[in-house]
């Protein structure tokens, strides 16, 4: 992670993408042209998609004619899957953090813009879609509103002469290669917010680079910091995973001497890419043994190096036995830490310990300990039952 020069620059305004950045759009590209190209008996692959990542819809659309080496035309293309995305605008979800950052900022009366190389109408029906976006922002501009659209610095530049603010005093907050080189040729600091995994090597040209905006730290840049974090942890929107336990990598109990109660990532994997990766905890129900605290990775571990993204809870109790093939229900409730590579083992095992021993003791507060009881993690046997 490239490290931030504390108040290098004093900002006082804040420029934000949209798609990548703010909002999951990933994932419904990536569903939408697996069917479009399935038409054409071609297979959608998702290694490829920094082809297209902070792209013009059009310079997209041309990107995926030309890889794909499809029988039609841009305009083609285009007349195709405009109506496929326009569909599913309404169901794109806010990312983890957006919504908390855009209501922080505005709520310090932090002028803000968002500049998008979507065009006006698509950025328009997306915010639609979120209760109180559309006002945070002084300025909006779409790609079809400038010459040039990213990595061209004119939109920036447009934002930064509609907010009054000089370039300089302008923090940019992206996802993309082009859009970090828009922003850094306008003459503006950058966080980025990499959407695309384990790429993080690429966003060199960037002042920050952060895992999700749950990392983000306003003061770094002169922005009022935020005041929500509790004793080394973040509260956020409880979400919900369950399965039988599996067998894992056999290095949590051998190699680490943290056993971890390992889920299979089948089914889940929607929800595993909306999550970043991380390390978060909650409380864990056994199907045969009750309710226990737990912290859990979410994602490739760098120091081992995954290929695929995990999930991999540890239940802060002493288990006399294995329970492999028990039903497991996990409320996650709070977050600590992005992913982290480690120089030696050592350090990697005493940085597990601290994360449990800050996930216990976060665990009896009261904004906490309430997840104790809910239904889905309380009576695991319920299979039907809906997640909360």
């Not at 419904?28 to 038409?39: A, P, Q, R, S």
Request: net charge negative; proline share 7%.
């Amino acid at each position: 992670m490239a490290a931030a020069t504390p108040l290098r620059r004093l900002s006082s305004c804040v420029i934000l993408d949209l798609d990548g950045t703010l909002l999951n759009t990933d994932g419904i590209v990536g569903d939408v042209l697996k069917v479009l190209l399935g038409k054409y008996g071609k297979q959608w692959d998702a290694k490829v998609a920094h082809h297209i990542v902070g792209k013009t819809p059009i310079e997209a659309a041309t990107a995926i004619v030309d890889d794909y080496k499809l029988p039609c035309t841009t305009d083609e293309f285009m007349s195709e899957i405009t109506p496929m995305f326009s569909e599913r605008w309404c169901n794109i979800k806010a990312l983890p953090g957006a919504d908390r950052l855009i209501k922080h900022l505005k709520g310090h009366g932090v002028p803000m813009a968002l500049a998008s190389n979507s065009p006006r109408e698509s950025i328009e029906t997306k915010l639609s879609y979120h209760q109180g976006w559309k006002e945070s922002f002084s300025a909006i501009i779409g790609g079809d509103e400038v010459r040039m659209g990213k990595p061209s610095p004119e939109m920036f530049l447009e934002a930064a002469n509609l907010l009054n603010a000089e370039p300089s005093s302008c923090l940019v907050i992206e996802d993309s290669l082009p859009g970090i080189g828009g922003a850094k040729a306008a003459g503006m600091e950058v966080v980025a917010v990499p959407s695309l995994p384990k790429q993080s090597h690429l966003y060199t040209s960037a002042d920050e680079v952060i895992n999700s905006l749950l990392d983000l730290r306003p003061e770094i840049w002169g922005l009022p910091p935020f005041q929500d974090w509790i004793n080394g942890t973040l509260p956020i929107e409880a979400w919900y995973i369950g399965g039988p336990v599996i067998k894992g990598y056999g290095r949590g109990s051998k190699v680490l001497g943290i056993p971890t109660a390992n889920l299979s990532t089948e089914g889940w994997s929607d929800i595993l890419s909306y999550h970043p990766s991380g390390v978060y905890f909650g409380w864990a129900g056994l199907s045969n043994r009750g309710v226990y605290k737990m912290v859990m990775s979410i994602g490739w571990n760098p120091y081992f190096n995954n290929t695929e993204k995990t999930i991999e809870p540890w239940l802060l109790h002493d288990f006399d036995e294995d329970f492999y093939g028990e039903e497991l229900r996990l409320a996650i409730v709070g977050y600590i830490r992005p992913e982290a590579n480690f120089s030696s083992l050592e350090s990697l095992i005493a940085k597990i310990h601290e994360d449990g021993k800050i996930s216990a003791e976060a665990l009896d507060l009261p904004t906490y300990a309430t997840y104790k009881d809910v239904p889905y993690v309380k009576n695991p046997l319920q299979l039907n039952e809906l997640r909360p």
